[in-house]
Protein backbone atom coordinates (compact mmCIF):
# COMPACT_ATOMS: atom_id res chain seq x y z
CA UNK A 1 0.00 0.00 0.00
CA UNK A 2 1.06 3.67 -0.80
CA UNK A 3 2.28 5.68 2.28
CA UNK A 4 4.13 8.22 3.74
CA UNK A 5 6.75 8.26 6.57
CA UNK A 6 9.22 10.47 8.63
CA UNK A 7 12.12 9.71 10.21
CA UNK A 8 13.93 9.77 12.82
CA UNK A 9 10.28 9.68 14.97
CA UNK A 10 11.83 11.09 17.58
CA UNK A 11 15.24 13.85 17.49
CA UNK A 12 17.31 15.45 20.48
CA UNK A 13 19.80 18.22 19.29
CA UNK A 14 21.49 21.39 19.97
CA UNK A 15 21.68 24.59 19.49
CA UNK A 16 23.26 25.90 16.59
CA UNK A 17 23.44 22.14 14.65
CA UNK A 18 21.68 21.68 11.01
CA UNK A 19 19.33 19.21 11.54
CA UNK A 20 17.67 17.19 8.47
CA UNK A 21 13.95 15.65 8.40
CA UNK A 22 12.97 13.24 5.91
CA UNK A 23 9.88 12.58 3.87
CA UNK A 24 9.02 9.83 1.73
CA UNK A 25 6.22 9.07 0.24
CA UNK A 26 4.94 6.58 -2.56
CA UNK A 27 1.48 7.71 -3.60
CA UNK A 28 3.38 9.18 -6.44
CA UNK A 29 2.60 12.75 -5.22
CA UNK A 30 3.32 15.76 -7.51
CA UNK A 31 2.45 18.19 -4.19
CA UNK A 32 4.43 17.71 -1.01
CA UNK A 33 4.37 19.86 2.43
CA UNK A 34 5.45 20.81 5.66
CA UNK A 35 4.24 22.01 8.80
CA UNK A 36 4.99 22.54 12.58
CA UNK A 37 2.33 22.15 14.90
CA UNK A 38 2.79 23.47 18.76
CA UNK A 39 0.60 24.27 21.03
CA UNK A 40 -1.90 27.03 20.57
CA UNK A 41 -1.00 27.69 17.11
CA UNK A 42 -2.88 24.70 15.27
CA UNK A 43 -0.49 23.46 12.14
CA UNK A 44 1.65 26.45 10.49
CA UNK A 45 2.95 25.64 6.82
CA UNK A 46 6.39 25.80 6.59
CA UNK A 47 7.41 25.19 3.39
CA UNK A 48 5.92 23.17 0.00
CA UNK A 49 6.31 21.64 -3.55
CA UNK A 50 4.77 21.27 -6.35
CA UNK A 51 6.40 19.06 -7.72
CA UNK A 52 10.28 18.15 -8.74
CA UNK A 53 12.66 21.34 -8.65
CA UNK A 54 9.88 23.41 -7.45
CA UNK A 55 9.70 24.64 -3.54
CA UNK A 56 7.60 27.24 -2.14
CA UNK A 57 8.16 29.27 1.04
CA UNK A 58 4.94 28.55 3.55
CA UNK A 59 3.83 31.49 6.61
CA UNK A 60 7.13 30.17 8.67
CA UNK A 61 9.70 29.23 6.61
CA UNK A 62 12.75 31.66 8.62
CA UNK A 63 15.35 28.83 9.30
CA UNK A 64 14.13 26.56 7.30
CA UNK A 65 14.86 24.75 3.86
CA UNK A 66 13.65 22.23 1.38
CA UNK A 67 14.77 20.57 -1.88
CA UNK A 68 12.89 18.36 -4.56
CA UNK A 69 15.35 16.61 -6.42
CA UNK A 70 12.62 13.63 -6.88
CA UNK A 71 8.95 12.95 -6.95
CA UNK A 72 9.09 10.82 -3.40
CA UNK A 73 11.40 12.95 -0.99
CA UNK A 74 10.82 16.06 0.36
CA UNK A 75 13.71 16.09 3.40
CA UNK A 76 13.13 19.68 5.52
CA UNK A 77 16.19 21.17 6.96
CA UNK A 78 17.06 23.65 9.59
CA UNK A 79 20.21 25.05 9.31
CA UNK A 80 20.71 26.14 12.68
CA UNK A 81 18.79 24.74 14.74
CA UNK A 82 16.91 27.10 17.98
CA UNK A 83 15.15 26.52 20.85
CA UNK A 84 12.24 27.83 19.37
CA UNK A 85 12.18 25.00 16.36
CA UNK A 86 11.22 22.86 19.26
CA UNK A 87 8.03 21.16 17.64
CA UNK A 88 6.12 18.22 15.84
CA UNK A 89 6.91 18.14 12.58
CA UNK A 90 4.54 16.66 9.91
CA UNK A 91 4.69 16.41 6.31
CA UNK A 92 2.20 15.70 3.88
CA UNK A 93 1.45 15.18 0.10
CA UNK A 94 -1.61 15.07 -1.96
CA UNK A 95 -2.19 14.50 -5.95
CA UNK A 96 -2.55 16.68 -9.13
CA UNK A 97 -6.19 16.97 -8.92
CA UNK A 98 -7.05 16.69 -5.27
CA UNK A 99 -5.02 19.39 -3.53
CA UNK A 100 -6.98 20.00 -0.50
CA UNK A 101 -6.87 15.86 0.33
CA UNK A 102 -3.54 15.80 1.68
CA UNK A 103 -2.12 12.74 3.44
CA UNK A 104 0.15 13.17 6.64
CA UNK A 105 3.14 11.46 7.61
CA UNK A 106 2.92 10.21 11.18
CA UNK A 107 5.34 13.43 12.58
CA UNK A 108 8.95 14.01 14.00
CA UNK A 109 9.19 15.49 17.59
CA UNK A 110 12.09 17.71 17.51
CA UNK A 111 13.52 19.13 20.88
CA UNK A 112 16.40 21.32 20.56
CA UNK A 113 18.23 21.82 23.83
CA UNK B 1 -7.10 33.38 2.76
CA UNK B 2 -10.72 33.25 3.94
CA UNK B 3 -9.93 33.54 7.61
CA UNK B 4 -12.12 30.34 9.27
CA UNK B 5 -14.03 30.64 13.01
CA UNK B 6 -14.97 27.16 15.26
CA UNK B 7 -15.74 26.76 18.47
CA UNK B 8 -12.57 26.10 20.79
CA UNK B 9 -14.02 22.77 22.25
CA UNK B 10 -17.32 20.59 22.65
CA UNK B 11 -18.47 17.86 24.15
CA UNK B 12 -21.20 14.89 23.41
CA UNK B 13 -22.46 11.57 23.94
CA UNK B 14 -21.83 8.62 22.69
CA UNK B 15 -24.49 7.92 20.06
CA UNK B 16 -25.29 11.56 19.51
CA UNK B 17 -25.39 13.38 16.47
CA UNK B 18 -22.37 16.13 16.72
CA UNK B 19 -22.61 19.25 14.63
CA UNK B 20 -19.56 21.53 14.63
CA UNK B 21 -20.27 24.89 12.19
CA UNK B 22 -17.41 26.80 10.73
CA UNK B 23 -17.84 30.47 9.81
CA UNK B 24 -15.57 31.68 6.95
CA UNK B 25 -17.80 35.50 6.12
CA UNK B 26 -14.72 35.82 3.93
CA UNK B 27 -15.04 32.86 1.19
CA UNK B 28 -13.68 33.23 -2.35
CA UNK B 29 -15.55 32.30 -5.42
CA UNK B 30 -12.69 29.46 -5.81
CA UNK B 31 -12.44 28.22 -2.16
CA UNK B 32 -13.48 24.86 -0.92
CA UNK B 33 -14.21 24.28 2.44
CA UNK B 34 -12.46 20.72 3.60
CA UNK B 35 -12.72 19.29 7.43
CA UNK B 36 -9.95 17.11 8.81
CA UNK B 37 -9.67 14.81 11.78
CA UNK B 38 -6.73 15.03 14.18
CA UNK B 39 -5.79 12.48 16.95
CA UNK B 40 -3.74 12.56 19.36
CA UNK B 41 0.11 12.25 18.55
CA UNK B 42 -0.86 11.78 14.64
CA UNK B 43 -1.45 13.91 11.41
CA UNK B 44 -4.67 14.80 10.33
CA UNK B 45 -6.82 12.81 8.44
CA UNK B 46 -9.13 14.10 5.77
CA UNK B 47 -12.53 13.85 6.34
CA UNK B 48 -14.88 15.30 3.62
CA UNK B 49 -14.51 18.08 1.22
CA UNK B 50 -17.32 20.87 -0.11
CA UNK B 51 -18.37 23.42 -2.17
CA UNK B 52 -22.25 24.21 -2.03
CA UNK B 53 -25.04 22.65 -0.48
CA UNK B 54 -24.58 19.02 0.86
CA UNK B 55 -22.01 16.38 0.73
CA UNK B 56 -21.66 12.89 2.07
CA UNK B 57 -19.64 10.36 2.85
CA UNK B 58 -18.95 7.05 4.44
CA UNK B 59 -18.15 8.94 7.96
CA UNK B 60 -19.33 12.56 7.58
CA UNK B 61 -21.76 15.38 6.20
CA UNK B 62 -20.83 18.47 5.10
CA UNK B 63 -23.76 20.79 4.73
CA UNK B 64 -23.24 24.92 3.04
CA UNK B 65 -25.57 27.08 2.92
CA UNK B 66 -26.49 28.91 -0.45
CA UNK B 67 -24.08 31.79 0.87
CA UNK B 68 -21.15 29.73 1.73
CA UNK B 69 -20.19 32.06 4.49
CA UNK B 70 -20.54 28.60 7.09
CA UNK B 71 -20.39 25.10 7.06
CA UNK B 72 -21.50 22.59 9.14
CA UNK B 73 -19.61 19.05 9.82
CA UNK B 74 -22.76 16.78 10.63
CA UNK B 75 -20.95 13.47 12.53
CA UNK B 76 -23.85 10.98 12.92
CA UNK B 77 -24.17 8.67 16.06
CA UNK B 78 -20.63 9.42 17.34
CA UNK B 79 -18.34 7.25 19.41
CA UNK B 80 -15.76 7.65 22.01
CA UNK B 81 -12.96 6.95 19.14
CA UNK B 82 -14.43 9.72 17.66
CA UNK B 83 -13.06 12.16 20.44
CA UNK B 84 -10.38 14.16 18.32
CA UNK B 85 -9.60 17.97 17.15
CA UNK B 86 -11.81 18.87 14.30
CA UNK B 87 -10.20 21.28 11.46
CA UNK B 88 -12.22 23.72 9.29
CA UNK B 89 -9.94 25.19 6.10
CA UNK B 90 -11.05 26.92 3.64
CA UNK B 91 -8.97 27.54 0.32
CA UNK B 92 -8.70 27.22 -3.87
CA UNK B 93 -7.77 23.99 -5.05
CA UNK B 94 -4.16 24.02 -5.96
CA UNK B 95 -3.73 26.68 -3.43
CA UNK B 96 -1.96 26.70 0.48
CA UNK B 97 -4.32 25.39 3.20
CA UNK B 98 -4.34 27.04 6.51
CA UNK B 99 -5.28 25.20 9.83
CA UNK B 100 -6.52 27.16 12.12
CA UNK B 101 -6.58 25.85 16.28
CA UNK B 102 -9.79 23.96 14.99
CA UNK B 103 -12.53 22.16 17.47
CA UNK B 104 -11.95 19.45 20.21
CA UNK B 105 -14.66 16.95 20.43
CA UNK B 106 -15.02 15.23 23.41
CA UNK B 107 -17.28 12.23 23.42
CA UNK B 108 -18.44 10.98 26.62
CA UNK B 109 -20.02 7.18 27.43
Known amino acids: DAEITQSPRHKITETGRQVTLACHQTWNHNNMFWYRQDLGHGLRLIHYSYGVQDTNKGEVSDGYSVSRSNTEDLPLTLESAASSQTSVYFCASSGQNSYNEQFFGPGTRLTVL | LAKTTQPISMDSYEGQEVNITCSHNNIATNDYITWYQQFPSQGPRFIIQ???TKVTNEVASLFIPADRKSSTLSLPRVSLSDTAVYYC??????????FGQGTELSVKP
Open chain 2, 89 to 98: LVGTQGGKLI
Open chain 2, 50 to 52: GYK
